[in-house]
Nanobody, 125 residues
Framework: QVQLVESGGGSVQTGGSLTLSCVASGAIDAYAAGWFRQFPGKEREFVASISRYSGGSTYYADSVKGRCTVSRFHSKNTVYLKMNNLKPEDTAVYYC??????????????????WGLGTQVTVSS
């Protein structure tokens, strides 16, 4: 089973930018990938997804649309989330996951197993 490790979080001020990285322990070309976040005391929510292989089809939650860009670098088994114009309401732990089915990333992610530790993003006003 592929293991995923998130990094790149940190503390920034409102309007700042961060790029999160998600490195897989093996090849994930055949997997769709997604980013998710979890606020304290809340359920994990979908942020962004990217289709498998080189199709590069992306999809974003309305809350981040226009401010985030998801991309992948196949040779490095890495998926990125570039976040711009960050707001205090973006403060959360961010996670990534991968699955052969894009539908599972967008609609069924609550049933995915083996989540990583995530990376904390804190945006101050």
């Amino acid at each position: 089973q592929v293991q995923l490790v998130e990094s790149g979080g940190g503390s920034v001020q409102t309007g700042g930018s961060l790029t999160l990285s998600c490195v897989a322990s093996g090849a994930i070309d055949a997997y769709a990938a997604g980013w998710f976040r979890q606020f304290p005391g809340k359920e994990r929510e979908f942020v962004a997804s990217i289709s498998r292989y080189s199709g590069g089809s992306t999809y974003y939650a309305d809350s981040v649309k226009g401010r985030c860009t998801v991309s992948r670098f196949h040779s490095k088994n890495t998926v990125y989330l570039k976040m711009n114009n960050l707001k205090p309401e973006d403060t959360a732990v961010y996670y990534c996951h991968a699955d052969p089915q894009l539908h599972n990333i967008i609609e069924e992610f609550r049933h995915l197993r083996s989540w990583g530790l995530g990376t904390q993003v804190t945006v101050s006003s």
